[in-house]
Each structure stands twice: as structure tokens, then as C-alpha cells.
């Protein structure tokens, strides 16, 4: 799989990563049920031997779980995997999450992430959420000096706007930004991808297949089956009248994907890593045969006339 230059780093990525939010189970609040641990970490051994080269995960997935697992998954490799986390999502003994960009806490986040994850030192460390807005800076200013002592070697945000990255560029780089972004999902082609396209940030995309919604194998028996606890229940896009023309979507994908032995998740991916911007796709994956169903997207791309026969039906969907 060849790789990408993340943004002004020295680290050079493969397409897709392997991405540890659904991994961390459930009794959260942004749960995707049950999750089978032995599972989790075979997903992730998988996802490396088929050449993917780093795993994004953030302290609050399963609150500390989802680090611990992939601890777990790289504790024995000579050659580790980059690995990408995130911070300002802190939480009580009650469970309860709360946003936090004091200097204290997100140290504190850092030391707990850096245990829990076996390593000594992160490899990108990321804002997840630019709340309060009011504590960015002194948020961004603290992640400038935990790469200063090298607990991290890079620094990035997550689902941060352009008036926010204007605001922190002029306190310490930003390597990279995380963004939503897929088919469904393309606001951030209007300002945020020429942004950092401009300012040299990389882009690594979360939610390229919307949660699972264009992976090819929803239906809406599996949407109603969905564990109470389960996040997506009050995603709209799994509710009438979306999740029907988001599931006649998932067809036109499958038969792009059809001809290439690709799947519609696939094709959803590899929509994604056409724009130029974007130097790479966060993908997730519960088990191995999830994480095989999804590898090819790390090659596959899509022609042009395949990308206009995409964007003439979406532009045909209900609005």
C-alpha cells in the first residue's frame, strides 16, 4: 500500500487507518454495544498485516477502553504501527463525559492515554472537540508543550473549523486535522479542506462509510435490531426517510464497486480519498473479516467517469 505525507510531519501514512471508536463497546454514552474484546484485538492485528500502518483511537472510546485494547494489540510487535489518540473528552467515576481544554486536564489525559496505550510517546495527539471555545488556546498551548517534552511528536485537532485553526496556527503548527466527511457529509469541501490545503495540515476523515450506513451489508432489519445502546439509534441518517434513500445509495455504490471487486463500502472510502486534501481515511473495523471487507479502498480508485455517475445520483437524493 504506498503512503501519503501527513502534513508538515515526517510521517508518511497509508491511505486508510484502522480506527478504534466502535471497539470500545458499550456502557458509554457514545456506545456501539457489545463488543467482544478477543475480537477487537484480532481486528487490529489484521488491519496490520494487511499493511495499514496506524490506528487512530481517543481516550474517551469505552472510556479508556478502546486504548487499552490496542495497547494490548501492539504490546508484542518490534515494529509498532503509528499510533494517533485524542484528548479533551475527560470523564468521572459516574461515567459522565465532559469537555475539558484546561492545561491540567489534558496533561493528565495524556499521562492516562500514554499507560493505557504501553507506549512513551504518542505519535499525533489531537484535540477531539474544540469545546469549550473559550480554553482553546489555552488547550493548544499546553499540546505545544507536551510535544516540547516529547510525551507527543505531533499535534492535531479534531472537528475544528477555519476560524479555530486561524486561532491556534499562531501559537504552534497544526500537523493535522480530523473532520467528518463522506458522501453524505461534504460540507468540509467548502472552506475547511482548501484551508489546510493551504496551510500544509494534513486531513485524516473520520466516518468515511457514515458509521457503517455505506458499508454495503446495512439493511433496515439491522438498523431496527440495533442494541438499545447503540449511538446510531438517534443518528438520522438510520432513520425514514433517510435510511431508505441512503440504502438505494449503497446500491448505485455496489455496482460502481461490482466491475473492481470492490464493495460499497469501498467505493464510499475510496470517494473520499479522491480529494486532493485528504491524505487519509479513518476506518473501523469489530472484527477481521469487518477489516477485510474494507482493505481494497486502500488502492482502489475510483475514475472519473465513476466519481460524476456518483455525484449525478447524489445530487438526484432527497435533500
Not at 508538515?8 to 471508536?21: L, V, Y
Not at 458499508?215 to 426517510?241: C, S
Request: with cysteine; charged share 20%.
Amino acid at each position: 500500500m504506498q503512503t501519503r505525507q501527513l502534513g508538515n510531519t515526517d510521517m508518511h501514512i497509508t491511505p486508510i487507518g484502522f480506527g478504534s471508536w466502535a471497539i470500545g463497546g458499550s456502557n458509554w454514552m457514545y456506545g456501539w454495544g457489545a463488543q467482544d474484546d478477543g475480537d477487537a484485538v484480532t481486528a487490529i492485528e489484521r488491519a496490520l498485516e494487511l499493511g495499514i500502518n496506524w490506528i487512530d483511537t481517543a481516550a474517551v472510546y469505552g472510556l479508556g477502553h478502546s486504548e487499552e485494547l490496542v495497547g494490548k494489540a501492539v504490546a508484542g510487535l518490534t515494529k509498532k504501527p503509528f499510533i494517533f489518540t485524542k484528548c479533551a473528552m475527560a470523564w468521572n467515576e459516574k461515567r459522565e463525559i465532559c469537555n475539558s481544554l484546561k492545561a491540567d486536564s489534558i496533561r493528565r489525559e495524556c499521562e492516562g492515554s500514554l499507560k493505557r496505550l504501553g507506549v512513551d510517546t504518542i505519535d499525533l495527539y489531537q484535540i477531539h472537540w474544540p469545546n469549550p471555545d473559550v480554553d482553546i488556546e489555552e488547550g493548544w498551548q499546553e499540546m505545544a508543550r507536551l510535544k516540547e517534552e516529547g510525551l507527543v511528536r505531533h499535534i492535531g485537532v479534531s472537528n475544528f473549523n477555519v476560524a479555530q485553526l486561524r486561532r491556534i496556527i499562531t501559537i504552534a503548527p497544526v500537523a493535522s486535522l480530523q473532520p467528518p466527511y463522506s458522501m453524505l457529509r461534504p460540507a468540509v469541501e467548502k472552506e475547511i479542506l482548501p484551508f489546510c490545503m493551504e496551510h500544509n495540515i494534513g486531513v485524516i476523515v473520520y466516518s468515511p462509510m457514515l458509521s457503517g450506513m455505506l458499508t454495503g451489508a446495512m439493511t433496515v432489519e439491522r438498523v431496527a435490531n440495533f442494541p438499545q445502546d447503540d449511538w446510531r439509534r438517534g443518528n438520522k441518517e438510520f432513520q425514514e426517510p433517510c435510511l431508505s434513500a441512503n440504502l438505494q445509495l449503497v446500491e448505485h455504490l455496489k455496482a460502481i464497486g461490482s466491475p473492481h471487486g470492490r464493495s460499497a463500502g469501498e467505493v464510499a472510502i475510496a470517494w473520499t480519498l479522491r480529494h486532493p486534501a485528504v491524505t487519509g481515511a479513518i476506518v473501523g473495523g469489530r472484527n477481521a473479516a469487518q477489516v477485510e471487507g474494507i482493505i481494497g479502498a486502500g488502492e482502489f480508485r475510483l475514475s472519473e467517469e465513476e466519481i460524476s455517475s456518483i455525484e449525478h445520483y447524489r445530487a438526484s437524493m432527497p435533500k
